[in-house]
T-cell receptor, first 115, second 110 residues
Framework: DAGVIQSPRHEVTEMGQEVTLRCKPISGHDYLFWYRQTMMRGLELLIYFNNNVPIDDSGMPEDRFSAKMPNASFSTLKIQPSEPRDSAVYFC?????????????FGPGTRLLVL | QKEVEQNSGPLSVPEGAIASLNCTYSDRGSQSFFWYRQYSGKSPELIMSIYSNGDKEDGRFTAQLNKASQYVSLLIRDSQPSDSATYLCAVNSRDDKIIFGKGTRLHILP
């Protein structure tokens, strides 16, 4: 099993540019989570999907952030326009059914730097 | 009040000793508790979960839960240099989300 796959692994962009992060969850997992991690705020849940449907997006910081899951094997997190304060590591994670069981498998993360 | 609180550390422990990591949470309704380990530059990985009061042991790791005190801990026996990492406490919230603490950095001294 390849695990959760994220791309790109690193992204450097300029303020105002659009950024798209991609995630392929583990096959068979029906929950997908997007997190953001910074030193100041720790690991924050942005949004999660169940069976491709967004369930809770209350963690999305503002309208500049959007996420989609067009099918069971692909999700995107888009930031438009990007700002320096968006610089962070963005993790995608997936789990099977009982997400409250906490056994979420994390991808390697995308390290985003907005200049 | 922060929902999940941990001492940021670093916590330095001699090799072979017991490392004790602590976590408190604010939601009395929480039912599920987890410990994730995160090596520097890597992603978190689940190492322990606990759902009922008391102790749960898995190899060198023991998770302890006290719901009355809203306290969960992780003990690592016979600490090894490879245990040096950040340990994240996670708790399910009343709206069915997993809330992570900011983590405790653990440093095992050879």
């Amino acid at each position: 099993d390849a695990g959760v796959i994220q791309s790109p692994r690193h992204e450097v962009t300029e303020m105002g540019q659009e950024v798209t992060l991609r995630c392929k969850p583990i096959s068979g997992h029906d929950y997908l989570f997007w997190y953001r991690q910074t030193m100041m705020r720790g690991l924050e849940l942005l949004i999660y999907f169940n069976n491709n449907v967004p369930i809770d997006d209350s963690g999305m910081p503002e309208d500049r952030f959007s996420a989609k899951m067009p099918n069971a094997s692909f999700s995107t997190l888009k930031i438009q326009p990007s700002e320096p304060r968006d610089s962070a590591v963005y993790f995608c994670a997936s789990s099977f059914s009982d997400h409250l069981g906490g056994n979420q498998y994390f991808g390697p993360g995308t390290r985003l730097l907005v200049l | 009040q922060k929902e999940v609180e941990q001492n940021s550390g670093p916590l330095s422990v001699p090799e072979g000793a017991i490392a004790s990591l602590n976590c408190t949470y604010s939601d009395r309704g929480s039912q599920s508790f987890f410990w994730y380990r995160q090596y520097s530059g890597k992603s978190p990985e689940l190492i322990m979960s606990i759902y009922s009061n008391g102790d749960k042991e898995d190899g060198r790791f023991t998770a302890q839960l006290n719901k009355a005190s809203q306290y969960v801990s992780l003990l690592i026996r016979d600490s090894q240099p490879s245990d040096s990492a950040t340990y994240l406490c996670a708790v399910n919230s009343r709206d069915d989300k997993i809330i992570f603490g900011k983590g405790t950095r653990l440093h095992i001294l050879p």
